[in-house]
């Protein structure tokens, strides 16, 4: 635990001006990202007694060991600032919206010939029609599926469009009139575009002009005595009711607009948004925080917007946007939405009428969803703590594993061998710390010997990492080379350029753990002990669990740590365990099975995917292949002569693969090697693997 008075400013090195601030642990690693109107008051603020602070403020401020900041010209540079640092470093302290998934739009692809209509997530794309979002995707769906009676606008994927068309029938969609079945020329791409657009109307509120259509259509035909007609008039005007009844109209004024309600405690906090869109409620989604210093709700407010329009532009956000609180300032936020807009945003509370009635609705989801996460979360983060704290007394560690690595050896008879690092912190995955090893130190096999060398090798780069960072002496300058006289950055950059490789890309041995794992007994524990002792690094606990009886294993004991069946820590354990080794035998397996389908042309270089499958079609096997003169490959389209001669070499060189045989009659299938659909090699590909093999894999 750091005392924050060994890093404090001197008086008056923090300028009085905005800017944005991060916190550093002693690895570097930024832990807290804030903005600040003035840098010197805000500062201040986490340099008091430590008994007056919030009690998670407390915890960032002792975890911490270095603090800087950049100062900007105004609050609105501040919050986009602060915005993409938190993106990008993912602080641990900061505010962050769990359950923030992608949620889904109702789509219109206009920009193409026939526009098909879809469920997407993610990035909007140029020349789509979005409406939305909505909570689940059977919600689109649902409302989809009765709104295709009347506009049969095409929904099928673009490799189901082009079968329909070579074979001239359209799908089971187009056979009962969901469709109007353009794959084959029942309407042509003007007439589709126009039900495309009539379509989008309809989603976009403009209801009441096709309902009196169809209705006097409707009157019409029985008045001509046309009564099947009628019928399915009448059928599709109840089909279109129904899905307006689905997203009844809120707000008489047609507003386009985002209600956000925020429920909390001292601990946590809920977020509910209602999307309402053309006066009704599009879509609702919801996000749960843990309050990580004492915040108001105007702060909270701002988070959320921050996190909800932060990669939003266009009409993606809406001309009005009503919340329970304004940030303070109110001005940079509405000034930064406007320019994520490109027009005016207005950011208000609303104080009477309907929109104040819908705003008390998304007020109490709010609460609700709040209450709904306490019952389900509080137990699990009790539980979490609960078993790292377990952890720590079982191992006699000096405070909880606030991250743990764990490895697992995996390989096929000693085929293969690869190996597998994990990583939890706080008690969760951390999928993005994830690595994965080939072993290269020797072939066979040997678990201990492998996790000799995986450790080695993971913790070698550490140190690295640790050295060329300037961590290895006390006084190592860092703080110089990252501040000048008065506390500012350098440059913009610095810091972010050394939490990564020269590549550009995030260091991936940066941060050591508090406890090593591995997937094994004493002689694996011993290994990786011994690896650690080698480098030096005894500052890193070491424990292995047994698959047999589930035991603990400590480095120079004799007999296992044994823990109760209940313990929370031992499950911990297990789910580590279990996870290094679904990491390793998916590695495993994705390695052998490329190794399977590795053919001759695989050693061509230069030779891509696409050039394979355009010689395997050309010649129609390898054997063939092989026959041909470097005229005949150069007939292939993108086959040069050089091309063609390294081909025509490689081909030479590689003996001809074995016929393929059936296993049952010890027919031979073929006398020419197969076509392969990957393209890479033409030999015959087994659909399993021997009986003796199968069981055996690690």
């Known amino acids: 635990m750091a005392d924050p008075s060994s890093y404090r400013p001197r008086p008056g090195e923090i300028p009085d001006s905005p800017g944005v601030y991060r916190f ?24 008091q007694d430590l008994a007056n602070l919030h009690p998670r403020t407390r915890s960032m401020v002792t975890t911490a060991a270095s603090v800087e900041w950049t100062v900007v010209s105004t609050e609105v540079e501040a919050l986009q600032l602060e915005y993409s640092w938190i993106k990008e470093y993912d602080p641990r302290f900061n505010v962050k919206y769990r359950d923030d998934k992608s949620y889904p739009y109702l789509a219109v692809t206009m920009n193409e010939e026939f526009p098909r209509v879809q469920v997407m997530r993610g990035h909007k794309k140029k020349g789509v029609r979005y409406f939305g979002p909505y909570a689940h995707a059977w919600a689109i769906r649902d409302t989809v599926d009765l709104l295709l009676r009347v506009f049969p606008v095409r929904t099928c994927s673009a490799g189901v469009f082009k079968n329909a068309a070579r074979t001239g029938r359209p799908c089971l969609l187009g056979y009962i009139g969901k469709c109007s079945a353009p794959c084959v020329g029942r309407i042509s791409p003007e007439d589709h575009q126009e039900l495309a657009e009539e379509f989008c109307d309809f989603m976009a509120g403009r209801t009441g002009t096709y309902l009196r259509r169809l209705e006097k259509q409707m009157m019409q035909a029985a008045e001509d005595m046309e009564y099947e007609r009628a019928a399915r008039l009448r059928d599709d005007i109840e089909a279109l009711k129904k899905a307006m009844e689905k997203n009844a109209v809120v707000l008489a004024d047609a507003t386009d607009a985002d209600l956000i309600a925020v429920a909390e405690d001292e601990l946590e906090a809920a977020v509910q948004i209602f999307h309402v869109r053309g006066g009704r409620v599009r879509g609702q989604r919801g996000w749960v925080t843990d309050k990580v210093e004492e915040i108001t709700t105007g702060a909270l407010v701002e988070h959320a917007l921050q996190q909800l ?55 109490r989801n709010a609460q609700q969803a709040l209450a709904l996460h306490k ?18 007394e079982a191992l006699d560690l000096d405070s909880a594993p606030l991250r743990i690595e764990c490895y697992d050896i995996s390989h096929l008879q000693g085929d293969d061998v690869v190996a597998s690092m994990v990583v939890f912190e706080d008690g969760l995955q951390r999928k993005s710390e994830y690595r994965r090893f080939q072993i290269k130190g020797f072939a066979g096999q040997d678990d201990v010997r492998s996790m000799h060398e995986v450790i080695t090798r993971r913790f070698k780069r550490y140190l690295a990492e640790k050295e060329r960072t300037g961590e290895w002496a006390e006084s190592s300058g860092t703080e110089d080379a990252l501040t000048d006289g008065d506390g500012t950055l ?9 939490l990564k490789d020269d590549d550009g890309r995030p260091k991936k041995f940066a941060y050591p753990p508090q406890l090593v794992v591995v997937d094994g007994g ?48 031992l499950y911990l354990l297990q789910r580590v365990r279990d996870e290094a080794h679904r990491f390793a035998i998916t590695y495993q397996r994705t390695k052998r099975a490329k190794r399977f389908r590795a053919g001759p042309l695989d050693d061509v270089p230069g030779l891509g995917e696409t050039r394979k499958q ?20 150069q007939e292939v389209p993108g086959i040069g002569r050089k091309t063609a001669e390294t081909i025509a070499a490689a081909l030479a060189q590689a003996a001809p693969a074995a016929p393929a045989v059936n296993t049952a009659t010890g027919e031979i299938i073929d006398d020419e090697e197969p076509d392969t659909t990957a393209g890479s090699s033409g030999e015959p590909v087994t659909a399993g693997l021997p009986d003796e093999r199968r069981g055996q894999e690690r």
């Not at 350098?490 to 050394?498: A, C, F, M, Q, V």
């Not at 009886?549 to 820590?569: A, F, I, Y």
């Not at 355009?614 to 490959?633: D, N, Y």
Request: glycine share 6%.
């Open 375 to 392: 019952t389900k979360r509080a137990s699990d983060l009790t539980t979490r703590s609960r078993a790292l704290e377990e952890i720590a």
């Open 614 to 633: 355009a010689l395997i079609k050309h010649f129609g096997s390898v054997k063939r292949l092989r026959s041909a003169t470097i005229e005949q490959i």
């Open 522 to 569: 004493q002689p694996q524990v011993a290994a990786a002990r011994r690896a650690l002792d080698e480098l030096g690094i005894d500052d890193i606990a070491v424990c292995g669990l047994a698959k047999r009886l589930e035991e603990v294993w400590l480095p120079g004991d004799d007999d296992p740590v044994v823990l109760p069946r209940t313990s929370e820590g």
């Open 309 to 363: 329009y932060g990669e939003e532009t266009g009409d993606a956000v809406p001309k009005e946007v009503l919340v329970p609180a304004l940030p303070e300032p109110v001005e940079p936020v509405q000034e930064w939405l406007t320019g994520r807009r490109g027009a005016n945003v207005s950011l208000r509370i609303p104080q009477r009428g309907d929109k104040k009635a819908l705003m008390e609705t998304v007020q």
């Open 490 to 498: 350098t440059g913009p950059d610095e810091i972010t350029n050394s």
């Open 24 to 47: 550093r642990d002693e690895h570097r690693r930024v832990i807290y990202v804030g903005k600040a109107k003035s840098l010197r008051q805000r500062l201040a603020n986490y340099f």
